[in-house]
């Protein structure tokens, strides 16, 4: 869960945390991050990150639950449901998603 805060940190914090950059441009594209039984083997969770108004990190929303219930046949579906999830809540607070940042500093 820690990629869906640090995947936007930039290539500095991923080395200082010891993070692997190929999951943390995994978690870029997809928008949210998945851990199944990476710290115990009966639970997964996946986030997605919530951005302030410079584009910055500042909430997540995550599911925890038992593997048996979070696992591969449908972490994908609510990765996806959180991260369309705080993309809105983004947007409702005034915040910013750091491609949406970049598409509209070239629109203006």
């Known amino acids: ?5 640090h995947a936007w940190a930039g290539p500095a914090e991923a080395d200082r945390l010891g993070l692997p950059g190929r999951d943390l ?6 928008g949210y991050g998945t851990g199944t039984g990476e710290h115990d083997p009966i639970r ?10 410079r584009g910055r990190v500042c909430l997540a929303l995550c599911s925890l639950a038992f593997s048996s219930e979070l696992n591969d046949t449908n972490i ?24 949406d940042r970049a598409q509209r500093a070239h629109a203006s």
């Open 76 to 99: 994908a579906q609510v990765g996806a449901r959180l991260r369309d999830h705080g993309r809105r809540v983004t947007a409702r607070t005034g915040g910013v998603v750091p491609d």
């Open 25 to 30: 441009d995994a978690t870029r594209v997809l």
């Open 44 to 53: 997964s969770a996946v986030a997605a990150p919530i951005f302030d108004a």
């Open 1 to 5: 869960m820690a990629h869906a805060f």
